[in-house]
């Protein structure tokens, strides 16, 4: 069992950066593949980025490549994602999800845990 809590999330303006963190219980975190999906109002979740259960290999939405990382610190049982140069069209309800797979998936359904959702929105 993992349950999951993300933070960090706030009102920003565009060009600016967050950290969003995601709190992770359960003895089994570390053998969990990570994945940081959004929702937009009126959207589907969609995938953002993912890490694998070692954090040695990342996978990142084409809309964030460059300007997203993803990271984990296993021995504190902790997933981040760092956003800089935020946009507007980054606003959304960010989650952090956990599945038991050495790596990530971008499909939702394939992940077995999800934390609450943190609120970042972008504006000027």
């Known amino acids: 069992q993992v349950q999951l809590a993300e933070s960090g999330g706030g009102l920003v303006q565009p060009g600016d950066s967050l950290r969003l963190s995601c709190a992770a219980s359960?003895?089994?975190?570390?053998?969990?593949?990570m994945g940081w999906f959004r929702q937009a109002p009126g959207k589907e979740r969609e995938f953002v980025a993912g890490?694998?259960?070692?954090?040695?290999?990342?996978s990142y939405a084409e809309p964030v490549k460059g300007r997203f990382t993803i990271s984990r610190d296993n021995g504190k049982n902790l997933v981040f994602l760092q956003m800089n140069s935020l946009k507007t069209e980054d606003t959304a309800v960010y989650y952090c999800?956990?599945?038991?797979?050495?790596?990530?998936?971008?499909?939702?359904?394939?992940?077995?845990?999800w934390g609450q959702g943190t609120q970042v929105t972008v504006s000027s």
């Open positions: 890490i694998g259960w070692t954090g040695g290999t990342t």
């Open positions: 359960g003895r089994t975190f570390r053998n969990a593949a």
């Open positions: 999800a956990a599945r038991f797979s050495t790596t990530w998936s971008t499909r939702e359904y394939e992940y077995n845990y």
